[in-house]
């Protein structure tokens, strides 16, 4: 054989071992996809309680701001394709209009959207504030990240802590809670050339799912966040932020706007598929602004990465002879008496209750369980979904807010 036969087979050998991990991830998702199929269709009816869910998404971007090219119109659909009943815009300043009052806000397609604001304040802290305000000026060289939370509050607002990975200083107060996963964070983690490739083999048919690939449990700030819960001093409540742009990929425009040629790998509508906050208002009440503001602000609320299983009907409640809370709620303990707390899903998965950040209690295949506590502290729960494989023996599939047994 010639010696650049030789060589063409060898290296055409060294390619196809190369590509070797991706076909088989390929292979992995394939899988992935058809066990989520399975586990939806196992979804137990919805159980009739006092609660409605409503799931939506927070930290979104449009082309306001100048770090996107994301039209008002793609939201839209891209929430309404969803089945999403509200958005929360977090719009960048601008020196030029008030995007906090330019963005979308109202009902738009039977999707409630609230406005608001992302503001960057000195060490390295980005707040979140709906409806959103217009930040300090450049000559307001004396502001702090405690001077807008308290400002914020004082208005009635809502303020959570973005990116709480970067905070320098944790002595803030008064804010509501904190983005305990943003998704954007976690995208920073991958390897692009591992994506660059796993996206050869896998885009055209598993584009969603890829994220299955990258998806890590925010260990780091969930520890921070159960250590705000357990001082006592403060309450701060757990949201996902989608940190959507829809501006990673290629496009071609004319001189008008209009697209000719247009790739993108973030559109608005994957990334609202991947991660969600659900919201429990009790039945009979409407969906409006002030209602979503209350509940988020209660912590009547949970998190879950609805791409892996739909986790509407997910509940957390906590029960004595005398009253009955969800998470959110301070609950008493009763003089000789314990707080039953109650956890369920509509498919099978692994519970694990935490007390003030440790593990308390570890449930394996149970659509539901009770744990009687007799004793005072901040109590939360996060499933798991160990029958998909990776990452999801690892990274929770729900994170729900505390109760807080007093």
């Given at each position: 054989m010639k010696r650049w036969k030789k060589v063409s087979l060898a290296l055409l050998a060294v390619l196809i071992l190369s590509q070797t991990p991706f076909i088989y991830r390929r292979y992995r998702l394939g899988r992935l996809h058809a066990a989520i199929e399975s586990l939806n269709a196992q979804r137990a009816a919805a159980h009739d309680d006092a609660y409605t869910d409503y799931k939506g998404v927070l930290h979104v971007h449009s082309m306001l701001g100048g770090h996107s090219n994301g039209r008002f119109e793609d939201i839209v659909q891209a929430a309404h394709a969803n089945n999403l009943a509200f958005v929360v815009m977090t719009e960048h300043p601008s020196a030029y209009v008030n995007t906090a009052e330019a963005t979308l806000k109202g009902s738009h397609d039977g999707v409630l959207f609230l406005n608001g604001s992302e503001i960057s304040a000195p060490g390295e802290v980005r707040l979140l504030v709906v409806p959103g305000i217009e930040p300090p000026g450049p000559d307001s060289n004396s502001f702090t990240a405690q001077d807008i939370i308290t400002?914020?509050?004082?208005?009635?607002?809502?303020?959570?802590?973005?990116?709480?990975?970067?905070?320098?200083?944790?002595?803030?107060?008064?804010?509501?809670?904190?983005?305990?996963?943003?998704?954007?964070?976690?995208?920073?983690?991958?390897?692009?050339?591992?994506?660059?490739f796993d996206g050869l083999w896998s885009y055209w048919s598993y584009p969603e799912?890829?994220?299955?690939?990258?998806?890590?449990?925010?260990?780091?700030?969930?520890?921070?966040?159960?250590?705000?819960?357990?001082?006592?001093?403060?309450?701060?409540?757990?949201?996902?932020?989608?940190?959507?742009?829809?501006?990673?990929?290629?496009?071609?425009?004319?001189?008008?706007?209009?697209?000719?040629?247009?790739?993108?790998?973030?559109?608005?509508?994957?990334?609202?598929r991947l991660v969600r906050n659900h919201v429990l208002l009790e039945k009979g009440q409407t969906l409006d602004a002030e209602s979503l503001t209350s509940a988020l602000r209660q912590g009547h609320s949970f998190i879950a990465f609805d791409l892996f299983g739909d986790a509407g009907g997910f509940r957390f409640s906590a029960e004595t002879t005398s009253?009955?809370?969800?998470?959110?709620?301070?609950?008493?303990?009763?003089?000789?008496?314990?707080?039953?707390?109650?956890?369920?899903?509509?498919?099978?998965?692994?519970?694990?209750?935490?007390?003030?950040?440790?593990?308390?209690?570890?449930?394996?295949?149970?659509?539901?369980?009770?744990?009687?506590?007799?004793?005072?502290g901040v109590y939360r729960v996060e499933i798991y979904l160990d029958q998909l494989g990776r990452p999801l023996d690892a990274a929770p599939w729900i994170i729900s807010n505390p109760i807080y047994v007093r």
């Open positions: 400002q914020a509050t004082r208005e009635g607002r809502l303020v959570f802590v973005a990116y709480p990975e970067q905070v320098r200083d944790w002595q803030l107060s008064g804010f509501d809670g904190m983005e305990v996963y943003n998704l954007y964070t976690n995208s920073q983690r991958v390897s692009y050339s591992r994506l660059f799912l890829l994220f299955a690939t990258i998806y890590e449990k925010p260990a780091a700030n969930l520890k921070r966040w159960d250590e705000i819960n357990a001082g006592g001093n403060r309450r701060a409540v757990a949201v996902a932020g989608n940190d959507a742009h829809a501006n990673v990929g290629l496009s071609l425009r004319q001189l008008t706007g209009q697209p000719i040629l247009e790739l993108k790998l973030d559109p608005y509508e994957r990334s609202f009253e009955k809370k969800i998470m959110g709620d301070e609950i008493t303990l009763p003089p000789g008496g314990g707080v039953r707390l109650t956890a369920s899903v509509p498919v099978k998965g692994r519970l694990v209750f935490f007390k003030n950040g440790q593990v308390a209690h570890e449930e394996r295949d149970a659509a539901r369980k009770e744990l009687l506590v007799n004793e005072p």
